[in-house]
């Protein structure tokens, strides 16, 4: 069946997005988003929202902006969605999200110099070591790792926006690991053929992951039909 046919006639669908659904984007994640020039993106989630929002008659757009900004930004409508999201009790009360579209396996990446602690898939065994770990501080990791960010050795977990930035500094001896989405760190060390990094096998958290929408620009007759044809299209 063509869900795209469950929104006819065409003014139904113009009705659900006047206007080009905004993508936020806060630098390349790849396989996910990337940047292929000033004005093209690409990646395996960007293009599947395209999809979608395509069977749909919507149109989408995308805008840089800090990590920061993000959470703020699609608060107010300002941006539409972003890719790639976990649920949590806060985030359900404040946006919309889709069903979940594939699963995240977020894994610890170290220098292979180093050696590990006892349960290297435990983010306490590396922290309490006085061990410095980074991550995306905007990122949803699972409650025991919000519970030691808000910890005693909560100073041991540090906020790098970019997976860029935490390779950079792990490989300068800066931090002692960092937690990432498998895939995308795979991803970095064969394009940048890196050869002293190794990634814990056992991951940190696996999760579901979401488009998650702006509640201040769309609304719930949006993602229903938003969910009809991401089902049928990742099924």
Known sequence: MCWCCLLSPPVLANALCPEPLTLVYTGDWRPYIYRENDSRYSGQDKTLLAEVLEQMNCELSVLPLPERRVEKDLLTGRIDVVIAASKNTQRLRQFWFSVPYRIQHNVLVYRQDQPLPANPSLLRAWITKSRIIALNGGGWFGHEVERL???????????LESLESRLEMLRL????????????????????????LKIVEQPIHVTPQHFMFSKASLDSEFIQAFNQILIEMTD
């Open 149 to 159: 960010k808000n910890s005693e050795y909560g100073q041991r977990i540090l906020h």
């Open 173 to 196: 001896g800066r931090i002692d690991g960092f937690i990432d989405d498998l895939l995308a760190v795979q991803d970095y060390i064969k394009a940048e053929n890196l050869t002293d």
